[in-house]
């Protein structure tokens, strides 16, 4: 398609983005259409086409323009509402690929943590720790975000790891959190904080089923190297 910075109301229809998206199927689209329906508009001297290659360039590719966050749309001169546009329609596909169709599914092994919150967790730029509360049939009873930012002991005491479990009498616990990096393999830190949570869980009488570390595409299940 031929590069135009005047409006894209001003293009044929059959160049447009929605109306090829009308006539011929979402799959039929580049990443740069796709993102230039979501905008709608473009800025100042620019349409919203090219507003959708030059996020692309700066980002340098779909999945890592995925990653930002709303301040990092600002700060690289996205407007309020395309930014918010962007990360609602990003977090919309984490939600959709997490979502299995069942509103409580039941996690039978690590590799079934990591296709339930490995969608939401994979691309944050920051660790986020979570609880998942099970009933004594390993369904989901619910999800916890326990803390966002740099993950240590203070931020994942034992006491706000298990309040929910126990105010909701769950049967047992699997704890979840990611790498930015991408190292799938668990620092010392996490190592200590295992311990901790896997004695809290005896005492308390929840047992911690695991403690899964998800890095990009991959995961390490530290039930699975016996260090729980």
Same mark, same amino acid.
């Given at each position: 398609?031929?590069?135009?910075?005047?409006?894209?109301?001003?293009?044929?229809?059959?160049?447009?983005?929605?109306?090829?998206?009308?006539?011929?199927?979402?799959?039929?689209?580049?990443?740069?259409?796709?993102?230039?329906?979501?905008?709608?508009?473009?800025?100042?001297?620019?349409?919203?086409?090219?507003?959708?290659?030059?996020?692309?360039?700066?980002?340098?590719?779909?999945?890592?323009?995925?990653?930002?966050?709303?301040?990092?749309?600002?700060?690289?001169?996205?407007?309020?509402?395309?930014?918010? @546009? *962007?990360? %609602?329609?990003?977090?919309?596909? #984490?939600? +959709?690929? &997490?979502? !299995?169709?069942?509103? /409580?599914?039941?996690?039978?092994?690590?590799?079934?943590?990591?296709?339930?919150?490995?969608?939401?967790?994979?691309?944050?730029?920051?660790?986020?720790?979570?609880?998942?509360?099970?009933?004594?049939?390993?369904?989901?009873?619910?999800?916890?975000?326990?803390?966002?930012? @740099? *993950?240590? %002991?203070?931020?994942?005491?034992? #006491?706000? +790891?298990? &309040?929910? !479990?126990?105010?909701? /009498?769950?049967?047992?616990?699997?704890?979840?959190?990611?790498?930015?990096?991408?190292?799938?393999?668990?620092?010392?830190?996490?190592?200590?904080?295992?311990?901790?949570?896997?004695?809290?869980?005896?005492?308390?009488?929840?047992?911690?089923?695991?403690?899964?570390?998800?890095?990009?595409?991959?995961?390490?299940?530290?039930?699975?190297?016996?260090?729980?």
């Amino acid at each position: 398609m031929t590069v135009r910075r005047h409006s894209i109301k001003q293009w044929p229809a059959s160049e447009r983005p929605r109306e090829q998206l009308l006539l011929h199927g979402p799959r039929s689209l580049r990443d740069a259409d796709l993102l230039a329906i979501l905008l709608r508009t473009g800025r100042r001297g620019i349409n919203a086409l090219d507003l959708a290659r030059d996020l692309l360039t700066e980002a340098g590719s779909l999945r890592d323009l995925a990653k930002m966050s709303h301040r990092d749309f600002i700060a690289g001169g996205s407007g309020p509402v395309h930014a918010a @546009t *962007l990360v %609602a329609a990003f977090e919309l596909g #984490r939600r +959709c690929s &997490a979502d !299995a169709g069942v509103d /409580r599914p039941v996690l039978r092994s690590p590799e079934d943590v990591a296709c339930r919150y490995g969608p939401l967790l994979r691309d944050l730029r920051h660790e986020e720790f979570w609880a998942v509360l099970l009933n004594s049939a390993n369904r989901v009873e619910a999800d916890i975000r326990i803390s966002s930012g @740099t *993950l240590n %002991a203070s931020l994942a005491h034992p #006491r706000e +790891c298990f &309040a929910e !479990a126990v105010q909701r /009498r769950a049967a047992s616990v699997i704890f979840i959190h990611n790498h930015p990096s991408g190292n799938p393999e668990p620092s010392h830190e996490d190592l200590a904080l295992t311990r901790q949570l896997s004695e809290a869980g005896r005492i308390l009488g929840i047992p911690v089923h695991d403690h899964v570390i998800i890095a990009g595409e991959k995961f390490t299940s530290l039930a699975d190297r016996h260090l729980l």
